[in-house]
């Protein structure tokens, strides 16, 4: 069976609330530049650009794939991604917000939709 699929995540509460807090101070300066500069200037613009593409790298640069034998974390810096073979899964679980995967007494916390979760247990367990 070939399949290769894949699922958007956020990492665990703590890392998530600590990048998303570094990408919304970009934002705020941007808004202060603004407030601060009462006629428009381009380095209020530049700034929420940056706000932007940093938001969109963080949202479409943190997928999981799973493939026959081994599940890839992508993170937003290439060195950071980890293959996980699926046979070294020891637990899977759903909590409330997304999914714990236990690997070798580490735990791996994914934020991610309740759909998502399910379809990602499912896969992992029927391994």
Same mark, same amino acid.
């Given at each position: 069976?070939?399949?290769n699929?894949? @699922?958007?995540?956020?990492?665990? @509460? *703590?890392t998530s609330v600590?990048?998303?807090? @570094? =990408?919304?101070? &970009?934002?705020?300066?941007? #808004?202060?530049?603004w407030l601060e500069i =009462? +006629?428009?200037? &381009?380095? $209020? +613009?530049? #700034? @929420?650009l940056i706000f932007? *593409?940093?938001t969109i790298i963080q949202l479409l640069l943190r997928w999981i794939e799973v493939g026959d034998e081994q599940m890839i974390v992508h993170t937003i810096i290439p060195q950071n991604t980890k293959k996980i073979?699926? $046979?070294?899964i020891e637990n899977v679980r759903i909590s409330k917000y997304g999914i714990i995967i236990t690997v070798k007494r580490q735990k791996y916390h994914f934020i991610m939709s309740k759909s998502n979760c399910k379809i990602l247990y499912n896969i992992i367990v029927s391994q």
């Open positions: 069976m070939n399949m699929k894949k @699922f958007w995540y956020q990492p665990d @509460f *703590a600590i990048c998303w807090s @570094f =990408t919304f101070m &970009i934002l705020l300066l941007s #808004v202060l530049l =009462t +006629v428009f200037q &381009i380095w $209020t +613009v530049i #700034v @929420f932007c *593409a940093i073979t699926l $046979t070294n």
